[in-house]
């Protein structure tokens, strides 16, 4: 079991950036697959990024591609979102979530077993 806490959100202004931190528990991180998702209000949680256990396949969202930077470091268990070029419709809660049930790049959110709480991202236009 893994317990998942991410921090770095905040307010940020439109085409600032922000970087979106994931802390796991326990020593078995490098098992799970990962990604980060969204959910603004009234509409549905979507999958922004995931990364395969060993970072060696990385999923992008078309709407954050060339934006965003999914990325973990096993040896410090932790998950890292990287956002560039923030624009209004990215603000939402985003949530990393970790899934030991499928091997390579995990895109549907059935699929994940944790998630954390969430961190609000706010964009200023």
């Known amino acids: 079991q893994v317990q998942l806490a991410e921090s770095g959100g905040g307010l940020v202004q439109a085409g600032g950036s922000l970087r979106l931190s994931c802390a796991a528990s326990?020593?078995?991180?490098?098992?799970?697959?990962m990604g980060w998702f969204r959910q603004a209000p009234g509409k549905e949680r979507e999958i922004v990024a995931a990364i395969t256990k060993t970072s060696g396949v990385t999923y992008y969202a078309d709407s954050v591609k060339g934006r965003f930077t999914i990325s973990r470091d096993n040896a410090k268990n932790t998950v890292s979102l990287q956002m560039n070029s923030l624009k209004a419709e990215d603000a939402a809660v985003y949530y990393c979530?970790?899934?030991?049930?499928?091997?390579?790049?995990?895109?549907?959110?059935?699929?994940?077993?944790?998630w954390g709480q969430g961190t609000q991202v706010t964009v200023s236009s």
């Open positions: 979530a970790g899934s030991s049930r499928f091997v390579g790049v995990v895109t549907n959110g059935n699929a994940y077993d944790y």
């Open positions: 326990g020593r078995t991180f490098s098992r799970y697959a």
